[in-house]
């Protein structure tokens, strides 16, 4: 046999197949244990403290600089930002459904929960505001083939106007309308909320924006903004929550069974 001539007497296929699902277990191990720098340990109903990770266990705390020069640390222990859950389960058994004791949709509950995400907003790889409206974005409009929502009225699933939209908010990275931006009456004066578009069906012939996620009353009680002119991740992640949980919690009908 010549020198170097493996393929004589080794199966060179079958260590290849070998080594590609040795190659394989590595990277599934990898990516699973990678995904643990975000929500874990889980919060457990068991007594004692029980810390669930699963398998594999979550890694050591990894150092990442962001665009902006800041600095972050994942995974991070949790910090508690809100008070206790406005919740209490409806069994005594651990993992039992849990039944809201305030509002739900104000309280993050079920489809209303939201993460606990920078309070600062967004931004393009150029450095610039993301979500802006467009009253503050030169060189962006509505295609003038599309229904212009500014000026209707804001229907929720009851029929009942809740508000008047007052511009429209775009996402410049990819460029498309993200938000509407309502007028609405509440008790201490009149405010601005934000709609998010996916939530909505503008009808141009009857001249009105159509919500079904809540009623018109509920849009006195959207999360509001700190700044007019701008959203944070932590404020869309509410915004956006609070039509969410509309969609089980907005009128008691909702919460029955379909059958």
Do not use: C
């Amino acid at each position: 046999m010549n020198t170097g001539a493996i393929t004589s007497y080794i199966d060179v296929a079958q260590l290849a197949l070998y080594a590609f699902w040795v190659f394989f277990a590595g990277l599934i191990y990898y990516l699973r244990r990678e995904d643990k720098r975000e929500g874990y340990p889980l919060d457990s109903d068991r007594a004692g403290g029980v810390r669930v990770q699963g398998w594999p266990a979550i890694p050591r705390p990894k150092t990442f600089l962001l665009q902006d020069g800041a600095i972050r640390v994942a995974p991070r222990e949790a910090v508690a930002t809100r008070g206790p859950l406005a919740a209490e389960p409806m069994a005594p058994w651990p993992g039992a459904p849990l039944e809201p004791t305030g509002n739900p949709m104000i309280d993050g509950i079920g489809p209303a929960a939201y993460a606990d995400r920078a309070d600062v907003p967004d931004r393009t790889a150029e450095g610039d505001l993301r979500v802006a409206p467009l009253r503050s974005v030169p060189g962006y409009t509505i295609e003038r083939r599309d229904p212009d929502p500014r000026g209707m009225p804001v229907v929720g699933a009851d029929g009942v106007a809740g508000g008047t939209v007052l511009d429209a908010w775009v996402d410049r990275s990819e460029a498309i309308l993200r938000y509407l931006e309502v007028t609405v009456a509440a008790p201490a004066g009149e405010r601005r909320v934000l709609l998010p578009v996916n939530f909505t069906r503008i009808n141009a012939r009857r001249g009105e924006v159509k919500v079904k996620a809540i009623l018109g009353a509920h849009f006195a009680d959207v999360p509001g903004l700190r700044h007019p002119d701008q959203v944070t991740l932590l404020e869309e992640d509410r915004i956006q929550a609070y039509y969410g949980g509309g969609t089980l919690y907005a009128t008691a009908a909702r919460l029955g069974p379909l059958l």
